[in-house]
């Protein structure tokens, strides 16, 4: 790219065209940053505050003066201004935007120019606030926070570099996509959410002795309606602009909410702790990604420095965080088995958590984890409903090896993919054995994940010899084997860890053991159970060496 704009023109000077154009004087921009509104107080207020290096002094002789245009006015707006503008655009002039739907204002240049101009570069800022007009620009609000640029097919990539950049300087994080899934995603995460908190604050404010209810009103009332404060004006442009998105949104809320109303009314405690799990867990996963607090970025990017010194005694009583495999198997089991099934000391670590949310995903009700106790509502070897989705795995290598056989299994489809670090592992060793018994699976390029399983499978029961020693391929076959048709047995070269066949005894499933062989038949059924993981010995030798060396 060339040196960034000389000259950036701002049309409408109110809280997002103010705070841009503050952000980039202070982050000297090199730009010389004009202002123009059509109320003329606003510029003077702008010159005053800092906000810009010039008011503009003519609309015309700004427009054609200008490298750089952003139209910061109500996307009502934007169809009259690209009017006013369009004589005095010089080719190769910049234009973008900062409305909140982009269809719309897609659609407006189409109308105003034929075809939109190569240089148009759609924008939105994701960060805003409930305040308005120049008076309150803020050169940091967009510091931190996303702006989505939706470039069109034909869009300029020089352009689109520049508008970028524009964005980059005021310390916000660019992403691009296109104009129809901006207008999509915002429906469901800005339009919805402020459609529900207009529509619950005018709902109460409604009934009688309104003074009193909003009186008791505590914290989560005032967290959840902090945004029915905004700009009412822009709320209902971007209803009429996106109107088909949010009534996709509000039509899924309204089944949603609609679905809440029966559980409570018929007193389905299922249901009702089934969509509160769900959401708690999605809102912590959400709470995660916003603070960018996911465990590995701990590891990874700070340097931590250990400082020992001797002496001194390590004294006390502690509960060593519980065994991975059996957490794992815990929860696949516990949802499998008719009842519900306790489980206490269940490793709360981010792969027995990928298990956790894929069942959960397959319509388990799984409370907690909450200090290692969880309880899951089983729901019977037949039970399992189709995931929403691809079923994502993280890092959890003996997940998607377990789930393939017992996903080969259901009549549903499914895929199982996971982070890049698993994509690299082999998946033909679970995936070879599955295909005999009748599985259709198809695994990613060179054998590796992401898996697609096809479901409504008859599988039959296959006797296996594993040409290497391997739980997780045992687990596998096994799992699969509780609805082959026969008895399905695997043989190992090596012993290997046996707590599936030790679990599934535990849930009352008959299983065969002769020397290097196990063996299962379908037709039984898992009756649920109570879990007490044991502890996890290499978690346990950091304190079995601070006690040896004290
Ligand atoms: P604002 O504070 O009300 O500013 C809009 C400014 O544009 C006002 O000064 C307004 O003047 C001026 N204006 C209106 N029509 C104009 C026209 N035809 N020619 C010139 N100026 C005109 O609103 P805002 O919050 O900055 O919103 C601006 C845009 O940002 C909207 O498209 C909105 O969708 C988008 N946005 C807002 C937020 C947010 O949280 N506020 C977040 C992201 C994106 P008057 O006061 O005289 O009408």
């Not at 190992?492 to 679990?503: L, Y």
Request: aromatic share 6%; charged share 20%; hydrophobic share 40%.
């Amino acid at each position: 790219m060339s040196s960034w704009v000389n000259r950036v023109l701002v049309i409408g000077l109110g809280l997002i065209g103010g705070s841009l154009a503050k952000a980039l004087r202070e982050q000297n921009a090199g730009a010389c940053i004009v202002g123009y509104d059509r109320d003329e107080k606003e510029m003077q207020t702008g010159l005053r505050l800092g906000v810009i290096d010039e008011m503009a002094t003519g609309l015309p002789e700004e427009v054609s003066r200008a490298d750089l245009i952003v139209l910061a006015v109500p996307v009502k707006a934007t169809e009259a201004v690209l009017e006013q503008i369009k004589p005095h655009l010089t080719d190769g002039t910049i234009l973008t935007d900062v409305g909140s739907t982009k269809g719309n204002v897609v659609e407006a240049a189409e109308r105003v120019f034929g075809t939109v101009p190569n240089t148009f570069i759609p924008g939105h800022p994701i960060a805003g606030s409930e305040k308005s007009g120049v008076a309150a620009a803020d050169s940091q609000l967009f510091n931190g926070y996303k702006v989505i640029i939706t470039p069109l097919p034909d869009s300029d990539p020089d352009a689109t570099a520049k508008v970028d950049q524009m964005w980059r300087y005021t310390g916000a994080e660019v992403l691009s996509m296109d104009v129809a899934r901006h207008d999509e995603v915002l429906a469901a995460t800005s339009h919805l959410p402020h459609m529900l908190a207009f529509s619950l604050v005018d709902t109460l404010a409604r009934e009688e002795e309104n003074l009193d209810i909003f009186r008791y009103a505590a914290g989560g009332f005032r967290d959840f309606t902090r945004i029915a404060g905004s700009d009412p004006t822009m709320w209902h442009d971007v209803c009429l602009a996106n109107k088909e998105p949010l009534l996709r949104q509000l039509d899924r809320f309204t089944a949603g909410l609609a679905r809440l109303r029966t559980a409570i009314e018929e007193g389905d405690g299922d249901m009702m702790l089934g969509t509160f799990t769900r959401a708690k867990a999605a809102r912590e996963h959400f709470s995660r990604i916003l603070s960018d607090t996911a465990s590995s970025n701990n590891m990874n990017n700070e340097n931590v420095i250990f400082r020992a010194q001797p002496g001194g005694s390590v004294a006390g009583t502690i509960r060593v965080p519980g065994d991975k495999s059996i957490s794992h198997r815990s929860i696949m089991l516990g949802s499998l088995a008719e009842g519900i099934t306790e489980v206490s000391g269940f490793l709360e670590g981010e792969d027995a958590l990928a298990t956790l949310q894929a069942f959960r995903d397959m319509g388990v009700v799984i409370e907690g984890p909450n200090q290692g106790k969880v309880r899951i509502h089983g729901v019977g070897l037949n039970g399992l409903q189709a995931p929403p989705g691809p079923i994502y795995v993280g890092n959890s290598g003996t997940t998607i090896r377990l789930l393939s056989g017992l996903l080969s299994a259901q009549q549903f489809d499914t895929e199982l993919s996971g982070d890049e670090s698993l994509a690299k592992r082999p998946m033909e060793r679970v995936a070879k054995p599955l295909r005999l018994m009748g599985a259709e699976i198809e695994t990613g390029e060179g054998g590796r994940p992401p898996l697609k399983i096809t479901g409504g499978q008859p599988l039959k029961a296959i006797h296996y010899d594993m040409p290497m020693a391997s739980a997780q391929v045992k687990s596998c076959l096994m799992l699969a084997g509780l609805y082959a048709d026969g008895t399905t047995s695997v043989t190992e070269p090596a012993p290997t860890r046996d707590h599936t066949e030790r679990m599934l005894q535990g849930f009352g499933y008959a299983v065969d053991v002769e020397g290097s062989k196990v063996s299962v038949s379908n037709g039984g059924k898992l009756t649920a159970t109570e879990i007490d993981v044991p502890a996890d010995i290499s978690s346990a030798t950091f304190f079995l060496v601070a006690a040896a060396i004290t």
